[in-house]
Protein backbone atom coordinates (compact mmCIF):
# COMPACT_ATOMS: atom_id res chain seq x y z
CA UNK A 1 0.00 0.00 0.00
CA UNK A 2 1.07 3.40 -0.46
CA UNK A 3 3.08 5.57 2.23
CA UNK A 4 0.03 7.60 2.52
CA UNK A 5 -2.45 5.21 3.63
CA UNK A 6 -0.24 3.68 5.88
CA UNK A 7 0.41 6.75 7.57
CA UNK A 8 -3.59 7.01 7.64
CA UNK A 9 -4.24 3.70 9.51
CA UNK A 10 -1.48 4.14 12.03
CA UNK A 11 -3.18 7.55 13.03
CA UNK A 12 -6.12 5.18 13.96
CA UNK A 13 -3.99 3.94 16.83
CA UNK A 14 -3.29 6.04 19.97
CA UNK A 15 -0.91 8.63 20.27
CA UNK A 16 1.40 7.21 23.15
CA UNK A 17 1.13 3.85 20.58
CA UNK A 18 2.29 5.74 17.62
CA UNK A 19 5.33 7.77 19.48
CA UNK A 20 6.24 4.18 20.36
CA UNK A 21 5.70 1.91 17.41
CA UNK A 22 4.27 4.18 14.57
CA UNK A 23 7.38 4.39 12.30
CA UNK A 24 7.94 1.01 12.51
CA UNK A 25 4.39 -0.03 11.90
CA UNK A 26 4.02 2.31 9.22
CA UNK A 27 6.96 0.65 7.21
CA UNK A 28 5.21 -2.62 7.86
CA UNK A 29 2.24 -1.23 6.23
CA UNK A 30 3.55 -0.15 2.98
CA UNK A 31 5.14 -3.64 2.54
CA UNK A 32 1.65 -5.08 2.30
CA UNK A 33 -0.93 -4.66 -0.36
CA UNK A 34 -4.14 -2.74 1.16
CA UNK A 35 -7.27 -5.21 1.53
CA UNK A 36 -10.10 -5.25 3.66
CA UNK A 37 -8.87 -8.14 5.52
CA UNK A 38 -5.97 -5.87 6.19
CA UNK A 39 -7.90 -3.06 7.00
CA UNK A 40 -9.88 -5.13 9.41
CA UNK A 41 -7.50 -6.67 11.43
CA UNK A 42 -5.55 -2.92 11.58
CA UNK A 43 -8.99 -1.68 12.77
CA UNK A 44 -9.62 -4.28 15.45
CA UNK A 45 -5.80 -4.41 17.00
CA UNK A 46 -6.03 0.00 17.23
CA UNK A 47 -9.28 -0.72 19.00
CA UNK A 48 -7.61 -2.89 21.88
CA UNK A 49 -4.84 -0.44 21.60
CA UNK A 50 -7.20 2.52 22.51
CA UNK A 51 -8.85 0.13 25.12
CA UNK A 52 -5.30 -0.62 26.50
CA UNK A 53 -4.26 2.75 26.42
CA UNK A 54 -7.46 4.03 28.42
CA UNK A 55 -7.21 1.02 31.33
CA UNK A 56 -3.05 2.65 31.79
CA UNK A 57 -4.44 6.47 31.66
CA UNK A 58 -7.16 5.77 33.90
CA UNK A 59 -4.58 3.48 36.67
CA UNK A 60 -1.96 5.95 36.36
CA UNK A 61 -4.45 9.34 37.27
CA UNK A 62 -5.39 6.74 40.17
CA UNK A 63 -2.09 6.42 41.22
CA UNK A 64 -1.32 9.97 40.97
CA UNK A 65 -4.26 10.93 42.92
CA UNK A 66 -3.31 8.47 45.33
CA UNK A 67 0.18 9.57 45.74
CA UNK A 68 -0.91 13.32 46.41
CA UNK A 69 -3.57 12.27 49.46
CA UNK A 70 -0.88 9.55 50.61
CA UNK A 71 1.20 12.47 50.95
CA UNK A 72 -1.17 14.68 52.78
CA UNK A 73 -1.52 11.86 55.55
CA UNK A 74 1.73 11.88 55.99
CA UNK A 75 1.83 16.13 56.27
CA UNK A 76 -1.23 15.93 58.76
CA UNK A 77 1.49 13.60 60.81
CA UNK A 78 4.12 16.70 60.43
CA UNK A 79 1.93 19.04 60.95
CA UNK A 80 0.13 17.82 64.51
CA UNK A 81 3.68 17.34 65.93
CA UNK A 82 4.62 21.18 64.84
CA UNK A 83 1.03 22.07 65.65
CA UNK A 84 1.04 20.28 69.13
CA UNK A 85 4.46 21.97 70.30
CA UNK A 86 3.02 25.31 69.77
CA UNK A 87 -0.64 25.06 71.32
CA UNK A 88 -0.23 26.98 74.65
CA UNK A 89 3.59 27.36 74.95
CA UNK A 90 5.48 30.34 75.35
CA UNK A 91 6.06 30.20 71.75
CA UNK A 92 2.41 31.99 70.72
CA UNK A 93 3.55 34.85 73.01
CA UNK A 94 7.26 35.55 70.96
CA UNK A 95 4.92 35.05 67.48
CA UNK A 96 2.87 38.22 69.21
CA UNK A 97 5.82 39.81 69.45
CA UNK A 98 7.34 39.44 66.16
CA UNK A 99 5.33 40.29 62.97
CA UNK A 100 8.16 38.29 60.82
CA UNK A 101 7.91 35.45 63.00
CA UNK A 102 4.29 35.62 63.11
CA UNK A 103 3.85 35.71 59.45
CA UNK A 104 5.86 32.66 59.01
CA UNK A 105 3.26 30.89 60.71
CA UNK A 106 0.69 32.41 58.42
CA UNK A 107 2.56 30.83 55.50
CA UNK A 108 2.62 27.48 57.21
CA UNK A 109 -1.76 28.19 57.39
CA UNK A 110 -1.54 29.72 53.79
CA UNK A 111 -0.07 26.14 52.70
CA UNK A 112 -2.48 24.31 54.33
CA UNK A 113 -5.29 25.94 52.83
CA UNK A 114 -4.03 25.56 49.35
CA UNK A 115 -3.09 21.93 49.74
CA UNK A 116 -6.93 21.24 51.58
CA UNK A 117 -9.02 23.29 49.30
CA UNK A 118 -7.71 21.16 46.16
CA UNK A 119 -7.99 18.20 47.82
CA UNK A 120 -11.45 18.92 49.38
CA UNK A 121 -12.45 20.42 45.90
CA UNK A 122 -10.97 17.20 43.96
CA UNK A 123 -12.29 14.88 46.56
CA UNK A 124 -15.62 15.40 46.66
CA UNK A 125 -16.62 14.41 43.25
CA UNK A 126 -14.11 11.63 43.13
CA UNK A 127 -15.67 9.98 46.14
CA UNK A 128 -19.38 11.04 44.57
CA UNK A 129 -18.67 8.86 41.49
CA UNK A 130 -16.47 6.06 43.89
CA UNK A 131 -19.69 5.61 45.09
CA UNK A 132 -21.59 5.90 42.09
CA UNK A 133 -19.20 2.75 41.10
CA UNK A 134 -19.73 0.75 44.38
CA UNK A 135 -23.15 0.83 43.97
CA UNK A 136 -23.23 -0.23 40.67
CA UNK A 137 -21.01 -3.40 41.05
CA UNK A 138 -21.97 -3.78 44.25
CA UNK A 139 -18.20 -3.46 46.18
CA UNK A 140 -18.87 -2.84 49.45
CA UNK A 141 -14.79 -3.16 50.36
CA UNK A 142 -14.71 -0.12 48.57
CA UNK A 143 -16.90 1.78 51.07
CA UNK A 144 -15.32 0.29 53.71
CA UNK A 145 -11.83 2.05 52.54
CA UNK A 146 -13.44 5.32 51.70
CA UNK A 147 -14.61 5.14 55.31
CA UNK A 148 -10.86 4.10 56.49
CA UNK A 149 -9.90 8.11 57.67
CA UNK A 150 -13.10 8.28 59.59
CA UNK A 151 -12.90 5.19 61.29
CA UNK A 152 -9.53 5.67 62.41
CA UNK A 153 -10.47 9.63 63.38
CA UNK A 154 -12.93 7.97 65.36
CA UNK A 155 -11.05 5.27 66.73
CA UNK A 156 -8.24 8.09 67.85
CA UNK A 157 -11.14 10.16 69.55
CA UNK A 158 -12.68 7.14 71.32
CA UNK A 159 -9.11 5.88 73.11
CA UNK A 160 -8.65 9.24 74.36
CA UNK A 161 -12.25 9.90 75.51
CA UNK A 162 -11.81 6.42 77.13
CA UNK A 163 -8.67 7.57 78.93
CA UNK A 164 -10.14 11.03 79.85
CA UNK A 165 -13.27 9.19 81.17
CA UNK A 166 -11.36 6.62 83.27
CA UNK A 167 -9.37 9.13 84.59
CA UNK A 168 -12.09 11.35 85.76
CA UNK A 169 -11.50 14.01 83.40
CA UNK A 170 -8.11 14.96 84.40
CA UNK A 171 -6.12 13.25 81.41
CA UNK A 172 -6.54 13.24 77.92
CA UNK A 173 -3.81 10.50 76.75
CA UNK A 174 -2.17 13.60 75.30
CA UNK A 175 1.19 12.83 73.86
CA UNK A 176 2.68 16.14 74.02
CA UNK A 177 1.91 16.72 77.77
CA UNK A 178 3.32 13.21 78.51
CA UNK A 179 6.78 15.19 80.29
CA UNK A 180 4.74 17.53 82.09
CA UNK A 181 2.75 16.72 85.63
CA UNK A 182 0.26 18.18 87.44
CA UNK A 183 -1.08 17.28 90.88
CA UNK A 184 -4.32 15.56 89.41
CA UNK A 185 -3.09 13.77 86.40
CA UNK A 186 -2.29 10.25 86.76
CA UNK A 187 1.60 9.06 86.93
CA UNK A 188 4.27 8.99 84.92
CA UNK A 189 3.69 5.53 83.57
CA UNK A 190 0.26 5.87 82.67
CA UNK A 191 0.96 9.27 81.16
CA UNK A 192 3.42 7.35 79.11
CA UNK A 193 1.84 3.91 78.23
CA UNK A 194 -1.79 5.81 77.21
CA UNK A 195 0.35 8.80 75.46
CA UNK A 196 2.19 6.88 73.33
CA UNK A 197 -0.90 4.52 72.80
CA UNK A 198 -2.64 7.89 71.12
CA UNK A 199 0.52 8.80 68.93
CA UNK A 200 0.64 4.68 67.67
CA UNK A 201 -2.77 5.28 67.04
CA UNK A 202 -2.69 8.46 65.27
CA UNK A 203 0.42 7.63 62.99
CA UNK A 204 -1.37 3.86 62.54
CA UNK A 205 -4.45 5.79 61.21
CA UNK A 206 -3.13 7.80 58.83
CA UNK A 207 -1.20 5.03 57.39
CA UNK A 208 -4.08 3.27 57.06
CA UNK A 209 -5.81 5.85 55.85
CA UNK A 210 -3.35 6.55 52.80
CA UNK A 211 -2.73 2.98 51.75
CA UNK A 212 -6.77 2.28 51.82
CA UNK A 213 -7.92 4.90 49.63
CA UNK A 214 -5.08 5.08 47.41
CA UNK A 215 -5.93 1.20 46.43
CA UNK A 216 -9.08 2.83 45.85
CA UNK A 217 -7.89 5.35 43.28
CA UNK A 218 -6.01 2.62 41.81
CA UNK A 219 -8.29 -0.11 41.14
CA UNK A 220 -11.67 1.66 40.97
CA UNK A 221 -13.61 2.72 37.94
CA UNK A 222 -14.94 6.53 37.87
CA UNK A 223 -18.31 7.33 35.87
CA UNK A 224 -18.57 10.47 34.31
CA UNK A 225 -20.57 13.22 36.32
CA UNK A 226 -23.30 15.12 34.32
CA UNK A 227 -23.31 19.42 36.15
CA UNK A 228 -26.43 21.47 35.23
CA UNK A 229 -25.52 24.69 36.52
CA UNK A 230 -27.83 28.16 35.15
CA UNK A 231 -28.85 25.86 32.22
CA UNK A 232 -25.17 24.49 31.14
CA UNK A 233 -24.62 21.01 31.58
CA UNK A 234 -21.19 19.74 31.80
CA UNK A 235 -19.48 16.40 31.61
CA UNK A 236 -16.50 15.57 34.05
CA UNK A 237 -14.38 12.99 34.84
CA UNK A 238 -13.51 13.30 38.46
CA UNK A 239 -10.31 11.46 38.34
CA UNK A 240 -9.24 13.38 35.57
CA UNK A 241 -10.17 16.28 37.32
CA UNK A 242 -8.29 15.38 40.21
CA UNK A 243 -5.58 14.93 38.56
CA UNK A 244 -5.16 18.39 37.08
CA UNK A 245 -5.83 19.43 41.06
CA UNK A 246 -2.59 17.71 41.52
CA UNK A 247 0.03 20.46 40.90
CA UNK A 248 -2.17 23.20 43.28
CA UNK A 249 -1.70 20.12 46.12
CA UNK A 250 2.24 19.95 45.68
CA UNK A 251 2.05 23.67 46.09
CA UNK A 252 0.28 24.13 49.18
CA UNK A 253 2.63 21.54 50.62
CA UNK A 254 5.69 22.76 49.48
CA UNK A 255 4.53 26.70 50.67
CA UNK A 256 3.65 24.44 54.13
CA UNK A 257 7.27 22.99 54.22
CA UNK A 258 9.12 26.45 53.21
CA UNK A 259 7.04 28.03 56.58
CA UNK A 260 7.91 25.70 58.52
CA UNK A 261 11.61 25.68 57.79
CA UNK A 262 11.48 29.50 58.15
CA UNK A 263 9.59 29.73 61.32
CA UNK A 264 12.12 27.33 63.14
CA UNK A 265 15.10 29.10 62.12
CA UNK A 266 13.10 32.08 63.54
CA UNK A 267 12.06 30.50 66.60
CA UNK A 268 15.75 29.42 66.77
CA UNK A 269 16.69 32.94 67.16
CA UNK A 270 13.64 34.34 68.69
CA UNK A 271 12.66 32.11 71.42
CA UNK A 272 15.96 29.77 71.75
CA UNK A 273 14.52 28.60 75.56
CA UNK A 274 11.27 27.87 74.87
CA UNK A 275 11.95 26.37 71.18
CA UNK A 276 14.07 23.75 72.87
CA UNK A 277 11.67 23.15 75.81
CA UNK A 278 10.31 19.66 76.30
CA UNK A 279 7.09 20.92 74.36
CA UNK A 280 7.02 18.47 71.57
CA UNK A 281 5.39 14.79 71.29
CA UNK A 282 6.62 12.18 73.57
CA UNK A 283 8.89 14.31 75.83
CA UNK A 284 11.02 15.51 72.24
CA UNK A 285 12.50 19.00 72.69
CA UNK A 286 10.73 21.65 70.23
CA UNK A 287 13.85 22.04 68.27
CA UNK A 288 13.93 18.10 67.93
CA UNK A 289 10.64 18.12 66.95
CA UNK A 290 10.65 20.88 64.36
CA UNK A 291 13.22 18.82 62.76
CA UNK A 292 10.99 15.78 62.84
CA UNK A 293 8.18 17.57 61.30
CA UNK A 294 10.69 19.39 58.53
CA UNK A 295 12.39 15.89 57.67
CA UNK A 296 8.53 14.04 57.54
CA UNK A 297 6.97 17.33 55.82
CA UNK A 298 10.01 17.60 53.39
CA UNK A 299 8.96 13.62 52.58
CA UNK A 300 5.80 14.41 51.98
CA UNK A 301 6.39 17.94 49.56
CA UNK A 302 8.80 15.21 47.60
CA UNK A 303 5.70 12.77 46.84
CA UNK A 304 3.38 15.56 45.85
CA UNK A 305 5.80 17.00 43.86
CA UNK A 306 6.83 13.56 41.86
CA UNK A 307 3.02 13.37 41.44
CA UNK A 308 2.23 16.78 40.41
CA UNK A 309 5.31 16.13 37.50
CA UNK A 310 3.48 13.14 36.15
CA UNK A 311 0.45 14.60 36.10
CA UNK A 312 1.65 17.28 33.77
CA UNK A 313 3.81 14.48 31.93
CA UNK A 314 -0.06 12.70 31.39
CA UNK A 315 -1.43 15.46 30.27
CA UNK A 316 1.08 16.12 27.45
CA UNK A 317 1.30 12.62 26.64
CA UNK A 318 -2.29 12.22 26.27
Request: glycine share 6%; proline share 4%; net charge positive.
Amino acid sequence: MTSRTAARLVRLYPRCWRTRYGEEFAALLEQHPFSFKTFANVLWSAGEAHMRAAISHERNQGIIVGSVWSAWMIAVIAGLILYGMVDDSPLLAAMDQSSIFAASWKVIQTGCVLAVSAILIAGLPLAWSIGLYAVRQRRRGVYLRLASPFISAFALVAWMATVLICTGGHWAASPWAVAFSRPDWPSDSVRWITGSISALVLVLGCIASAASVSQVLRDSRFPDLRIAFSGVNVQVNPLSFATALAPWAAAGIFVMLAGVVVWGCIASHLSAIAFRSLSGPLGLSGWVSWILSTIILGFAAAISAQAAWRSRALAAHR
